[in-house]
């Protein structure tokens, strides 16, 4: 009865009560000759889930299990009396005649499609005609079939071809002629110019392979590249490659050519087959070569799957000094989060946008969000698969540092470099000493101050900009870097004469329209200053210019500048008019109060300044000028000259002084930090054609002027860039008198004005305190009324320049996260705390799902696929943390016990690798089934390692002899064999210790056993 009770078990699957594999084998030998004797073909159908482990994950052990069962009864029903069987976790095979295949293998997959929980399914399908071949090897070709679709997150059904199983072999021609190839020199590197862009010179070059194999001819990188990292052979690749870049740069040197950064490509398999980092310090080091000048490229799949890990070694290898690469930035799932966590030095972005640049507005827009996002996070930019000179005009505008394609070379070995050289055929090599010269010219985007309206039918205006163009200076003569395409049409637009890229000597221009601008930008370039310019063009027209210096060349000199114009509007018949930036620049020196004032609505525009970088922004808009400004006349005007003002201080007095003089003038004292200082008021009209004014209000009791001019900007964004501590969806923001506590609100959007909080009090801290009971929500309440103290702010403000909290508030019955910034400005000689609240909803949710999807990763990492136990990594973790307990002299007690399952490379050999599988998963159940309450762990192949503790430590030896004896049981009949060996902890040092001696009562056990296997 036992005998029969252990067959049962043996032949059929302890979940679904299929046929196990061994049993289903024998199964369907039989049932071959029955179909082929119905003249039927047979046919074996393999399925397989896809995410299995994600869905255990999310619903659960039992609900997997469940889901597994319900797939086996639907196997069952269309199958009925055929053999069916589940090899292992998720894959099952089935074997019927083949038109029943395909028929059900549809009707299964569509029905699949429309479960509630489910799965996508691949199945594969092998017509088995050969009858020279065993049912075993036809499996094997069903799961070909089955696993050529594994890179898809989608159903298919795929039925075996030949070239399926050519691709195998030359998988495993690759991997075993791999070490041949590198020797006989079938591998050799390519080497593809890496240009930058803004002085078309090569600064990089990307080293690329080639494999012109005997046997299968030029091989393209994707055939043999994926097989190595797939079988952890890349390495080899890798290393080699590296030994010939860092060849190849010396040959560079010894024929007196620049030599420029070169880059290498590396798996993430690298980092686990090797210690790569050692391996190129070593190579590095021993060349002589400088570590900045070998660049790592490292694409997202080389990152993804452990994380934690891959971002450790990038940070290692940035620290000593290796620039490090991401590829392919676009291909895949790659997003702002991954730059957020990883600072790479350079993203490259992927060939199909870039194809895409002249024949979709949407990727144009996408690129430069891409570039722009880049230079924001100090971050270089490279677009691969450059072909037109469009394309290159393209990216040169927005600022994308470099480029790579066919449109300046395609790879080439370094004897075609040197054989370039010699006919003078060469792009040309950076020089190094201009290198820091060109980074800074390149990151200049063209459309950096573009004010785009975004409706879905006006995405063409998103490069609607300002004119703007990059000159380089040199003495007198001045020439064109690039300029935009809006520079250009202004340019064509508002000159008669012809677009030059080069004026020789601006001197030549002296007396004549431009002059002004040209010695402008002349000075700009030597005193390397910012500068804002009113002029004229020969037709009257009156333009503003921004004009600043980018950088200086320290080889010969040269200056690059910018300039853009800011402003271009037609004089009136009046040649002698001024213009609106003239009047307001010449106010606006040692300026107290600045505003714009339409004199028939009395709608005005409040301006302040930037005291750090001496600019102009807008302050506020308001209504009704004149009536306010005598409200507050009291507070504002010194006792003595209230009357004075407020007599002369009248619209009609205004118009009537304009009209007569052009300007109206006032002297009197104005109360600025509660003494009368005397300032004098100037005011004078613009001629727009509109009854608008500007009014200056300036400081004459200290006769301090400021020595720059001020940039007025009439763009009402202007003012959250100018407030650089506060970023994001801005809900409010408040002015606060940092000593008497004094408050007013100066900005605020209509969601936060729908909760009604009070704009303008005495006591900033009371006020927002009594107004949080209301509106902060209620689970944050404690943590609120914790941390918002004037004291706490104050004290974080100094210690780390800005005081930031966030918390939740009711807003239309939701509750909204926001962050509060607060930091202190100095302006007009005292200190003002600037505190804003923004609505961070979207950026909290965000995270929280960046946070289940890290965690969803983090979980599969230390998985293992085949055999459900722990992975390596996963042990290390544990290892670490024994290590710590031995470190504290820790009262522990644990051992390691070290097990290799013997003969697998024979199973594989001869049965194939589905039955290799199965090998080790029969092995993993014995050591999972001896050690029923330790963590196994599986480091590799066949290898697997046990940390016993607790009640398995205290019946350790037994359990060893338990193992022991089903290994006496397996050798004869032919099952499993798992060698052992086992180490308890004394007094080791490290838990590596321990393990060495078990790897070493391992081996001397699987010696023994072979023995036993030899001479039973």
């Known amino acids: 009865m036992l005998t029969v009770g252990i067959s049962m078990e043996n032949n059929y699957d302890y979940l ?103 799965l996508p399914l691949r199945i594969g399908i092998y017509p088995y005609e050969d009858t020279a071949i065993s049912v075993s090897e036809a499996c094997d070709k069903a ?41 006989e020199g079938w591998l050799s590197v390519y080497y593809q110019a890496i240009v930058r862009t803004i002085n078309g010179k090569v600064c990089s070059e990307e080293a690329l392979t080639r494999w012109n194999d005997p046997e299968y001819g030029l091989m393209n990188p994707q055939d043999y590249i994926p097989i190595l990292e797939e079988t952890n052979c890349i390495y080899k690749l890798d290393l080699f490659v590296l030994d010939q870049v860092l060849q190849k740069m010396k040959n560079l040197a010894e024929h007196d050519l620049y030599v420029v950064p070169n880059t290498i490509n590396l798996s993430k398999s690298d980092f686990y087959c090797c210690d790569i980092i050692e391996e190129l310090l070593k190579r590095i080091d021993a060349s002589d070569i400088p570590r900045d000048h070998l660049i790592i490229e490292m694409n997202e799949n080389a990152i993804a799957g452990d994380f934690d890990y891959m971002a450790e070694k990038i940070a290692q290898l940035q620290k000593l000094g290796f620039p490090v690469w991401m590829d392919d930035y676009g291909s895949g799932f790659s997003s702002p989060a991954l730059l957020q966590n990883i600072p790479f030095d350079l993203i490259k972005i992927d060939m199909s946008f870039v194809k895409q640049i002249e024949h979709n507005e949407k990727t144009k827009i996408i690129i430069t969000e891409i570039v722009r996002l880049a230079m924001a996070l100090g971050i270089d930019t490279l677009a691969e698969g450059v072909e037109t000179k469009a394309q290159v005009e393209f990216l ?50 063209l459309y950096n101050l573009s004010s785009p309206h975004l409706e879905a039918n006006q995405l063409k205006n998103y490069f609607d900009t300002w004119p703007m163009v990059m000159v380089e200076c040199n003495t007198n003569s001045l020439s064109v870097v690039k300029c935009n395409e809006t520079f250009k049409t202004f340019f064509n ?9 080069a004026i020789k000597d601006v001197r030549c221009y002296k007396g004549k329209a431009g002059y002004y601008s040209l010695n402008e930008i002349m000075l700009c370039a030597k005193e390397g200053r910012k500068s804002i310019i009113d002029d004229r063009t020969a037709d009257g027209t009156n333009i503003q210019l921004l004009i600043w210096r980018v950088a200086q060349n320290p080889v010969n000199g040269v200056s690059a500048v910018m300039v853009v114009i800011l402003s271009a509007t037609e004089s009136p018949s009046d040649k002698t008019a001024l213009t609106y930036n003239y009047v ?28 750090a970088n001496r600019e102009v922004s807008i302050e506020r808009h308001g209504h009704s000028f004149f009536e306010e400004v005598v409200e507050i006349a009291d507070t504002q005007i010194y006792k003595d000259d209230l009357d004075l003002f407020l007599n002369a201080f009248t619209k009609e007095n205004i118009e009537k002084k304009l009209e007569e003089n052009g300007t109206f003038s006032l002297i009197y004292r104005n109360m600025i930090h509660g003494k009368p200082v005397y300032v004098i008021m100037k005011i004078v009209k613009i001629r727009d054609g509109k009854n608008n004014i500007i009014i200056g209000v300036n400081n004459i009791d200290a006769q301090m002027k400021q020595k720059e001019s001020l940039e007025i900007i009439k763009e009402e964004r202007m003012v959250f860039s100018r407030i650089a501590a506060l970023s994001g969806e801005v809900l409010a923001i408040y002015s606060v008198d940092p000593v008497t506590d004094a408050f007013f609100e100066f900005c605020s959007n209509e ?8 704009v303008q009090g005495s006591n900033f801290y009371e006020s927002t305190k009594k107004e949080s009971t209301r509106v902060i929500y209620k689970e944050d309440m404690e943590y609120f009324e914790a941390h918002f103290k004037k004291e706490k702010i104050l004290r974080d403000i100094q210690n780390n320049g800005m005081f930031m909290m966030n918390y939740r508030i009711v807003i239309q019955d939701h509750p909204v996260h926001v962050l509060l910034k607060a930091t202190m400005i100095h302006e007009n000689d005292e200190n003002k705390l600037i505190v804003g609240v923004i609505n961070v909803e979207r950026e909290v949710r965000k995270n929280k799902e960046f946070e289940m999807t890290l ?55 001869t049965l194939g690798h589905q039955a290799g599988d199965q090998y080790i998963i029969d092995g993993c159940k014995m050591i999972c089934s001896t050690f029923k309450r330790s963590p196994v762990f599986r480091l590799g192949g066949d290898e697997f390692a046990v940390v016993v503790q607790d009640e398995d430590y205290q019946y350790l030896d037994l359990h060893m002899a338990e193992m022991a004896e089903k290994n006496r049981r397996h050798l004869l009949s032919g099952e499993v064999v798992v060698a052992t060996g086992m180490c308890k902890f004394t007094n080791e040092k490290t838990v590596a210790e321990i393990f060495k001696k078990a790897d070493t009562l391992m081996y001397e056990n699987k010696r023994i056993l072979k023995h036993q296997v030899t001479n039973p």
């Open 16 to 118: 679904t009560g299929l046929s196990s594999m061994t049993y289903f084998l024998d199964l369907a030998e039989n049932e071959c000759k029955k179909i082929r004797n119905e003249k039927k073909t047979p046919a074996v159908v393999f399925f397989d889930f896809n995410g299995m482990k994600s869905y255990n994950q999310k619903y659960g052990m039992a609900a997997g299990d469940e889901f597994l069962k319900s797939f086996a009864a639907t196997l069952s029903g269309y199958f009925q009396s055929r053999p069916i069987s589940r090899f292992s976790s998720d894959h099952f095979c089935v074997l019927s005649d083949f038109d029943t295949a395909i028929q059900n293998s549809k009707e299964i997959l569509g029905q699949n499609e429309h479960l509630d929980r489910t």
């Open 143 to 183: 799961k070909i079939a089955c696993d050529s679709k594994r890179n898809t997150y989608k159903s298919e059904l795929c039925i075996f071809e030949k070239s399926l199983q050519k691709a195998i072999e030359k998988k495993q021609y690759v991997v075993e002629n791999l070490d041949k190839a590198i020797q």
């Open 396 to 445: 040169n505008d927005i600022g994308c540092t470099m480029l790579q394609g066919f449109y300046f070379t395609k790879p080439i070995p370094m004897k075609e470099i040197l054989d370039r050289k010699q006919r003078n055929a060469l792009i040309g090599f950076e020089n190094p000493s201009e290198t820091d010269y060109y980074v800074k010219l390149g990151k200049v985007n």
């Open 493 to 501: 637009t508002n000159f008669s004469a012809p677009f030059r890229n």
């Open 584 to 611: 307001a620049r010449a106010l606006a020196e040692d300026y107290v109060f600045l505003y714009f004032v339409n004199m028939d609505t009395g709608d005005f525009v409040e301006y302040s300044s930037d005291n």
């Open 751 to 758: 969601l936060y004005d729908s909760i009604e909080i009070v």
């Open 855 to 909: 965690s969803t990763i983090k979980m599969e990492a230390i998985r293992d696929d085949l055999t459900g136990v722990k992975r390596k990594n996963a042990y290390y973790s544990l290892e670490a943390q024994l290590n710590e307990q031995i470190k504290s002299n820790s009262d522990i007690h644990f051992a390691i016990v070290v097990c290799d399952i013997n003969g697998l490379k024979f199973v594989n050999d």
